[in-house]
């Protein structure tokens, strides 16, 4: 379980002046610390507009997040807590825009899932959490709408987090933005 706090984070060591990068060191349970590059890019898709894409993880040789390498964390509190914060630091400069979260596998979207579960009350005080689901719709004469290439058109369906929803029924991504004064 994922406990955030805001309070307990790790120093960056280094952000760009529009807070859309970010690095700093985690320390893994084998005590070797790794260099994590924070990321918040616009989604650029029209269906999702205003949406900016939250990435995590070590860079390779090219300066690109590798969001698929497994790390042991010593402190997954702490280092979901710091790139949490930086994107609340984000949404208070960017208040009109929401940032979202994929896992690039069922096995993050789970963790990212009762992350949000969790900490609800904590992250409540912050944020509005949005899940999105995709569907395709059925028209009238009972076929699925189609894209210009003939595949069917997958729309992204942004509703309020469900907390009662099951991990087991994920949320394809999530989505929150800066909470209302």
Do not use: C
């Amino acid at each position: 379980m994922i406990k955030i706090n805001f309070d307990e984070i790790f120093e960056p060591i280094e952000v760009t002046p529009d807070l859309t990068g970010m690095k700093f060191y985690s320390i893994l349970k084998n005590g070797d610390q790794v260099l994590l590059k924070v990321e918040i890019k616009s989604l650029a898709d029209p269906l999702l507009p205003n949406v900016f894409n939250l990435a995590f993880g070590p860079s390779d040789e090219e300066e690109k997040i590798d969001d698929q390498v497994k790390l042991n964390h010593s402190d997954i509190n702490k280092m979901f807590s710091t790139i949490l914060l930086f994107s609340l630091t984000f949404l208070k400069v960017n208040p009109s825009v929401k940032i979202g979260i994929d896992g690039s596998n069922d096995v993050r979207a789970y963790l990212y899932h009762r992350m949000f579960l969790t900490n609800k009350n904590y992250l409540n005080e912050f944020f509005v959490t949005i899940g999105v689901d995709w569907y395709v719709r059925l028209l009238r004469d009972g076929t699925v709408e189609r894209d210009h290439q003939g595949l069917a058109f997958f729309k992204p369906k942004p509703e309020p987090f469900d907390y009662q929803r099951t991990a087991i029924d994920l949320y394809r991504y999530y989505m929150f933005l800066l909470r209302p004064k």
